[in-house]
């Protein structure tokens, strides 16, 4: 309703001064203190801890580059799209929750821009999920981008050896820090971890008898696994064990597949992506002669995991339920 055209402008006038002074006495110190508060959030300095770089913001950028689907996804789902002035890398189809805002952004390249077409949108801000893309081949080195006048940020949680959920939560902390969109992060991390707990209340796993799944990423004279990567704490969450955690001192690498014989585990979680198909790895595994004694392969027990959901960032809860629906079939049935 147009109020204007239906009441005289004297009557509104009226009415806002008497408003304005019945809270006035209680509420001019509250507000003021409020207007201040969020003055100080916008206009404050953020500094943050990343890989050992110490990050200065003194406000937040407005034409950042995302690089690797993850970290895109993150920044989606803070709606910052508005903040974005190309993206680049995706590993498959962008979740269809930010399909739109996902179309609003310049794609610059699909794997990795060279650094002329990223310099060509003038970005403030690099966002990269792997240290690949912070190379001379690529969009350029951390020292490099620095002296550009551009900020990079490496997402820390699928860097580190070891990252748990709690990482990739503060990656999102991170960036919802950067941008002053701190409440958006806190209520994004809060349904993240409500999502994982409505499934884990379906689930009863026995913590003193884990059973045993290896990840499978690719490779057929020696098997690509990943070790010490943040999956390895979501299968630990859904009551298994990686059989390879402790194998490897880094997140992705070779193993035998003598060493999967002996292991001998009960599930194989595939990793979806690349050219070869989650069908075509899963009929290799199968048809591999020196697998057929192994449980998993003679129990047809497999689970896909897409590289989107492998990866450290908001499908966090997505890997989670694919896991525990293929762990534990019940649950699949009654969603």
Same mark, same amino acid.
């Given at each position: ?39 100080? &959030? ?51 189809? *962008? ?8 179309? &609003? ?84 991390? &809060? ?9 884990? &209340?379906?689930?009863? +796993? ?36 990686? *059989? ?72 966090? +809860? ?18």
């Amino acid at each position: 309703m147009n109020w204007s055209k239906t009441y005289p402008l004297s009557f509104l006038l009226i009415g806002t001064l008497i408003m304005a002074a019945c809270g006035a006495e209680g509420d001019t110190e509250t507000g003021a203190a409020e207007a201040e508060a969020d003055s100080l &959030s916008q206009d404050e300095a953020v500094v943050i801890e990343n890989n050992g770089e110490e990050l200065t913001f003194e406000e937040a950028p407005q034409r950042a580059v995302t690089l690797n689907q993850h970290v895109t996804e993150v920044m989606l789902a803070l709606g910052l799209e508005d903040h974005m002035a190309g993206t680049a890398y995706l590993d498959d189809g *962008i979740h269809p929750e930010y399909q739109d805002a996902y179309e &609003s952004v310049p794609v610059l390249a699909d794997q990795y821009p060279s650094q002329e077409p990223f310099l060509n949108v003038e970005p403030d801000f690099a966002y990269a999920g792997w240290e690949s893309a912070f190379t001379e081949d690529n969009i350029g080195t951390f020292t490099q981008l620095l002296e550009y006048g551009i900020t990079p940020y490496l997402h820390e949680s699928s860097s580190m050896i070891g990252p748990t959920l709690d990482d990739v939560y503060q990656d999102i902390t991170n960036i919802g820090q950067i941008f002053r969109v701190e409440e958006r992060a806190e209520e994004l991390i &809060s349904a993240m971890d409500q999502r994982i707990a409505d499934v884990q &209340s379906q689930i009863d +796993p026995d913590t003193d008898d884990p059973f045993k799944v290896f990840v499978y990423d690719s490779g057929e004279q020696e098997p690509m696994t990943g070790s010490q990567f943040f999956m390895t704490n979501l299968i630990e969450m859904a009551g298994g064990t990686n *059989i390879f955690s402790d194998a490897l001192d880094q997140n992705w690498g070779n193993v035998s597949w003598e060493a999967v014989i002996e292991e001998d585990p009960e599930w194989i979680v595939i990793v979806d992506y690349g050219e070869t198909t989650a069908e075509q790895k899963k009929e290799f595994l199968l048809s591999y002669d020196a697998l057929e004694s192994v449980t998993a392969i003679q129990e047809e027990n497999f689970v896909v995991v897409p590289l989107s959901a492998a990866a450290e960032g908001v499908r966090a +809860p997505e890997a989670f339920e694919l896991m525990a629906e293929g762990f534990y079939p019940d649950i699949a049935n009654e969603n």
